[in-house]
């Protein structure tokens, strides 16, 4: 059975959300950070199993840009400068179905190696994230 397919995309970059639609009937909103620590990129993926990187302080982490690659996928542009992962529809669904599970994974793994969700230096404290600064709502 071939993976559903998206028929709507949007970008919220005010809530750092995707909101995908598919043609399934399902529907799910996923913040960008969550879409970070799991991006399909060989960055955090690796280049095979159990290569698997453990992304900590992307709690602050926005989505810049959404772009298509051919049709079967988007590239999603971070506020942090990744951009290597390819979003295969396929990928977004699994990342839609399983987003509780995955969630309390990294979760778990991020108390279980005493890392943070909070960006943080080598000093400990916050530190901003990388790209323009937040604008104002006035």
Do not use: C
Request: proline residues 9%; neutral net charge; without cysteine.
């Amino acid at each position: 059975m071939p993976a559903p397919k998206p028929t709507d995309i949007t970008l919220h970059k005010k809530s750092r959300t995707l909101e995908v639609a598919f043609d399934s009937g399902e529907h799910f909103v996923l913040p960008a950070e969550y879409l970070r620590v799991y991006s399909p990129s060989a960055e955090v993926q690796g280049h095979g199993p159990g290569q698997q990187v453990l992304v900590a302080g992307k709690r602050e982490v926005g989505l810049r840009a959404i772009e298509p690659v051919g049709n079967y996928a988007v590239l999603l542009r971070f506020t942090d400068g990744h951009a290597t992962g390819i979003y295969s529809w396929e990928t977004l669904h699994e990342l839609g179905v399983n987003q509780e599970g995955n969630w309390q994974s990294y979760l778990d793994a991020l108390a279980k190696n005493n890392l943070s969700r909070d960006p943080a230096s080598l000093y400990g404290h916050p530190v901003p994230m990388r790209g323009p600064p937040p604008k104002k709502s006035t």
